[in-house]
């Protein structure tokens, strides 16, 4: 891997390319736009702030060559402040705020709700949070008859505790409970595996707790149980009409061995944490645009009428919302849900809820696929109701949205990303696992036509006590540009309310520290003039790529690359230049012309590689021979069956038909792909008249290089070259250079 001590920028076709064109771009090289600087995050922490301070901040970072702010208020250990958060004298420093960014030309987004977690807060009632289906259970013995009250199901803790929450709004969240049905089951021993992930009770933080699945497998055939630790479906009896409206139950109990299943949904119990004190509360229900416009309203709305009309709007001042990394854990449940699963998946989930006991109903593999099915009708309403929703909400007031999507996510992160009009991802200095992240944004923001990718960098812990500086941070901040970032938002930049106090406020243990205190932040526009430069190149034309990765079906699911593309830590890729692709969006967006896989932004690939597993739904796999059909080269494991239990068994017998036609009825070998060329630090984008390509070097541009690179550099087109070097010299003007 060659490490970054400088970033070459080499203009391969500038001077060939029209004269004006070359000359704009030679201009704005010199003096990147305004819409090129980098950006910060802005942290207000619990109360402590003040009018001159933002002040103070904002013309601080205009005169360091920032360009806007992520702005959050959170809580994280620094003693609370005399403004309350949401007050009048808050909603007015707030507006304060917005006026200042319009007056300096700084862009301001504002995080979805208190806290870094997600949208929520005090306001939020326990009907609108996000909720599980429990239950509870009962043994009887028949024949005989039962007449008695049934237990209530208890509400999971989140992940995460409740610590700091009210006392009223901790009883009032445990009151929350809404009967869903009560079904009666033979008495069975409970066999699914993994069943918090799979029935989405929990989901660890992928980035900092080591084992956390990427994804779940899909259902499998080879490993079935005996009868008897089954439950027939037709032996489900549905007892919820029997429920008196006290809870007891009245049931003639038949010969044999039963469990009485009792289900309800409860609040999971997910809250705003870190948020301020007087922000705590629950999280808005995920599945329901209901409770999204009641959050909305009680929030964003109350900020937007104390704000007023919006001055320089879109050019300058508050003009997005941002959702940043999820970490409010999942839900499975919602007032609806039982009629948006069936209208979705094409049947009632009533008899397959034994399964979210660890029951297997019908088979192992017909359990393991109805909640297959649950987590991606799960994957749709978070999608649709919550994200979507916002974004729509806030485009009627002219905001766009970014999202961080990853980490505690109930969907797949190239799903839940997409929505965004300006995908995020994260790189820290030290610890957590979230490199993979890089590579998700990039993608999205490559196959659907976003023109930016951000990315929260240069994030610390405690460990770093004010160690990191420029120079230190400089390798780190290329390969983001290399592996697809072109704008760098710091983390972070902590809000100073008093003007003359050194070191200053702090995040509590949270870095890299990145304010007008900083010793040597008189010297760091030099350093985002450089950031400026790169981001601005970066966003000229398309990139360059080569194999377009289909992400598996199902949810939650992590895009990580096969080992044969990548390498290193932080990931490089080798040899060709690659994007992945979300299952919808390969159905909706991509097309074929002259062999090649496109997408309707500009973008195209030579070859599809499929996901290494044996399922595949009936819809994509259509999708999948229709490129095939249309000259698509795609290479990748036969599937051997359907994931979901919609249609089944029909539907596994399409996939088998389909995949007849494609891999042939003999042939059951995997066709697979590697990428055997050695591993450079390369990105490259195609303007059309011209190439920008961004190598990070150790040396100077007079450094041999290995000759497939130089190959690279001089067309648009990556090809196969043998490993010979070649002395690369380009032509080196004052302004031109970084």
Aim: hydrophobic content about 40%.
């Amino acid at each position: 891997m060659l490490i970054a001590a400088a970033l070459a920028v080499v203009l391969a076709a500038v001077f060939a390319s029209p004269p004006a064109a070359a000359a704009t771009l030679e201009q704005e090289f010199r003096h990147p736009p305004e819409a090129a600087r980098p950006w910060a995050y802005w942290f207000f922490m619990d109360g402590n702030l003040s009018r001159e301070g933002i002040t103070a901040d904002l013309e601080a970072m205009k005169a360091a060559g920032l360009g806007g702010v992520i702005l959050m208020e959170v809580d994280v250990g620094i003693p609370r402040g005399p403004v309350k958060f949401m007050s009048p004298e808050w909603r007015q420093l707030f507006a304060h705020a917005v006026r200042e960014t319009e007056r300096l030309g700084l862009h301001l987004t504002l995080n979805a709700g208190p806290g870094w977690t997600g949208s929520g807060g005090p306001w939020v009632k326990p009907e609108q949070s996000m909720q599980h289906l429990v239950a509870s259970e009962v043994e009887v013995t028949g024949p005989s008859k039962f007449n008695a009250p049934l237990p209530r199901p208890a509400p999971r803790a989140p992940y995460f505790g409740s610590k700091g929450l009210p006392a009223e709004l901790l009883i009032a969240k445990d009151a929350f409970y809404v009967d869903v049905a009560v079904l009666a089951v033979p008495k069975t021993e409970k066999k699914i595996a993994d069943l918090d992930e799979k029935a989405l009770y929990l989901r660890h933080p992928y980035t900092s707790r080591p084992g956390t699945k990427p994804f779940l497998p899909a259902p499998a055939r080879h490993f079935e149980l005996p009868p008897a630790m089954v439950i027939p479906t037709n032996r489900v009896v549905d007892l919820t009409g029997r429920l008196g409206p006290d809870g007891r139950l009245t049931w003639d109990v038949p010969e044999g061995q039963w469990t009485i299943l009792r289900f309800g949904r409860t609040s999971t119990g997910a809250n705003t944490r870190p948020a301020p004190a007087p922000g705590l509360g629950l999280e808005c229900d995920k599945f329901d645009q209901a409770a999204l416009d009641a959050h909305f309203e009680a929030f964003v709305g109350a900020l937007l009428r104390e704000v007023g009309p919006r001055r320089k709007y879109p050019e300058a001042g508050w003009n997005m919302l941002h959702i940043d990394s999820w970490e409010m854990g999942a839900q499975n449940w919602s007032g609806a849900f039982r009629e948006e699963f069936h209208r979705r998946r094409g049947y009632d989930p009533l008899p397959w809820l034994p399964a979210v006991t660890g029951r297997a109903a019908g088979s192992l593999e017909q359990s393991e696929r109805f909640l297959w099915d649950l987590r991606q009708t799960a994957q749709e309403l978070v999608i649709e109701n919550h994200a979507r929703h916002l974004k729509d909400l806030g485009r009627r007031h002219g905001f766009g949205l970014s999202i961080e999507p990853y980490d505690m996510n109930p969907c797949a992160d190239l799903s839940l990303g997409a929505v965004a009009d300006v995908p995020m991802c994260e790189f820290w200095l030290y610890g957590f696992n979230s490199f993979f992240t890089v590579i998700e944004a990039a993608s999205i923001a490559h196959t659907h036509g976003r023109p930016i990718v951000a990315a929260e960098a240069f994030t610390s812990s405690a460990a770093e006590r004010w160690q990191a500086h420029p120079a230190s941070m400089k390798t780190l901040g290329d390969w983001a540009f290399a592996a697809g970032v072109n704008r760098i938002v710091f983390h972070r930049y902590q809000h100073q309310p008093e003007l003359n106090r050194r070191p200053g406020m702090t995040m509590g243990p949270y870095g890299v520290h990145w304010e007008r205190t900083q010793t040597w932040w008189d010297m760091v526009p030099a350093y985002h003039e450089y950031l400026a430069r790169c981001q601005y190149l970066l966003r000229r034309g398309l990139p360059v790529a080569d194999v377009l990765f289909l992400g598996a079906e199902g949810a939650p699911h992590v895009f990580r690359p096969p080992n044969s593309a990548v390498q290193g830590n932080p990931p490089d890729r080798r040899g060709y230049n690659f994007d992945a692709i979300a299952p919808e969006a390969l159905r909706e967006l991509v097309s074929v012309r002259d062999g090649r896989l496109v997408v309707p932004h500009g973008m195209s690939y030579r070859v599809l590689v499929l996901p290494e597993r044996d399922t595949m739904t009936p819809a994509l796999l259509r999708k999948v021979r229709d490129l095939v059909q249309a000259g698509a080269t795609v290479i990748g494991p036969r599937p051997e069956k359907s994931p979901s239990l919609s249609g089944y068994p029909q539907c596994d017998a399409e996939v088998q038909k389909i995949a007849d036609e494609l891999w042939g009825k003999e042939s059951r070998e995997r066709r697979q792909t590697g990428f055997p060329l050695p591993c450079e630090i390369f990105c490259q984008a195609d303007t059309g008249h011209s190439t920008s390509q961004f190598v990070p070097k150790s040396l100077s541009l007079g450094e041999r290089l290995p000759r497939k690179l130089v190959s690279r550099l001089a067309t648009p087109e990556p090809r196969r070259s043998r490993r010979k070097e070649a002395l690369i010299s380009w032509p080196s003007r004052p302004g031109t250079n970084l």
